[in-house]
C-alpha cells in the first residue's frame, strides 16, 4: 500500500542509489535469515578486509548472494596481500573458482602507484566488473584535494564501474577526520567535478549516512553499511527518519 510521497527511489538492478553493506563473518544462517527479507535493499556485498581467505564456507556464502542477486567481492585488503606477494594470476583464479565477478582494486594498506594501478586494472576488466578505491587507510596521511579529484577521474577512465572513497569500517580515516567528522570540503570540491553516481561513499555509520543523503541525495551511493542496518538505512533515504524527515523528492541534487 502506497500513500506517502517519498523521495524516488531506484530498484531492481540498480547502477546507482547502490547500498554496499561489508560482511566481516556474518554466520551463514543470520545472513540467509537477513537477506530473505532484505535483499531488496542490497545492491553488493564487500567480504570485508582479507576475512574471504579464512572463511570455511566462502564458497556457499558467496552462492547465496548470487542468489539473492546480490553482486559479492572481496575486500581491497585481500587484493593488496595478493599484489604485495605477487600472486595476482593466482588472485585471478581464486575469484574464478569462486564465481566473483568483481574485483576491487586499492592501495588502502599499501602505497601502489596510481600508474600501476591503472595498469592492474587493465589486466582484470577484461575478466572482471573493477571497483577501484581512493584514499588511504592510514589516518595521519592526507592526500591533497587536487590528488583525490584526478585519482578518481583516472580511474573511471581507466574502466573502473565505480569508485570507493576510503573511510575505513569505523569512519575515522580517508574521507573522515580520525574523529568521525566528514571532510565536507573534500565531498563539496568532489562532486563539482565527479559524477556522484559512480563514487561509492564509505559510510558505516547512520550519522554519516545522513551527512550523504542530505548531501545528495536519496540515491547516493553508500558502502560498508552494516548488514543490520540496512533496513534503517532505506528509511533515511525515504524520508522517514527525523533527520531527512524533510529531504526534497529528488532523486540527486546535483546533474
Same mark, same amino acid.
Given at each position: ?46 567480504? =570485508? @578486509?582479507?576475512?574471504?581467505?579464512? $572463511? ?6 558467496? *552462492?547465496?548472494? &548470487? /542468489?539473492? #542477486? ?103 580515516? =580517508? @574521507?573522515?577526520?580520525?574523529?568521525? $567528522? ?6 563539496? *570540491?568532489?562532486? &563539482? /567535478?565527479? #559524477? ?60
Amino acid at each position: 500500500m502506497d500513500f506517502l510521497s517519498l523521495p524516488k527511489r531506484t530498484s531492481g538492478i540498480r547502477t546507482y542509489g547502490l547500498t554496499s553493506i561489508i560482511d566481516l563473518g556474518t554466520p551463514m544462517g543470520e545472513l540467509i535469515n537477513n537477506l530473505s527479507d532484505y535483499s531488496h535493499l542490497i545492491d553488493l556485498a564487500k567480504i =570485508g @578486509i582479507g576475512s574471504a581467505y579464512v $572463511t570455511p564456507n566462502i564458497k556457499k556464502k558467496i *552462492e547465496v548472494y &548470487k /542468489e539473492f #542477486d546480490i553482486k559479492p567481492y572481496c575486500g581491497g585488503t585481500l587484493f593488496e596481500k595478493c599484489y604485495y606477494q605477487n600472486k595476482l594470476p593466482e588472485y585471478k583464479t581464486y575469484l574464478h573458482n569462486l564465481g566473483i565477478e568483481w574485483v576491487e582494486i586499492s592501495n588502502g594498506t599499501i602505497d601502489i602507484p596510481l600508474n600501476e594501478r591503472l595498469h592492474i586494472i587493465s589486466y582484470f576488466k577484461e575478466e572482471f566488473q573493477v571497483i577501484s578505491e581512493v584514499g588511504s587507510k592510514d589516518s595521519d596521511k592526507v592526500m591533497p584535494i587536487a590528488k583525490w579529484k584526478e585519482e578518481i577521474k583516472l580511474l573511471l577512465e581507466a574502466g573502473c564501474e565505480y569508485v570507493i572513497t576510503e573511510g575505513r569500517d569505523s569512519g575515522t580515516s =580517508g @574521507i573522515y577526520e580520525k574523529g568521525g $567528522t566528514v571532510k565536507s570540503e573534500l565531498i563539496q *570540491e568532489l562532486l &563539482k /567535478e565527479i #559524477d556522484p553516481n559512480k563514487i561509492i561513499f564509505e559510510a558505516p555509520s547512520p550519522k554519516h549516512q545522513m551527512y550523504f543523503i542530505k548531501e545528495i541525495g536519496s540515491n547516493v551511493n553508500l558502502g560498508n553499511v552494516k548488514l543490520q542496518d540496512v533496513l534503517v538505512l532505506e528509511t533515511q533515504r525515504c524520508g522517514l527518519r527525523s533527520e531527512t524527515f524533510y529531504m526534497e523528492d529528488l532523486e540527486c541534487k546535483l546533474p
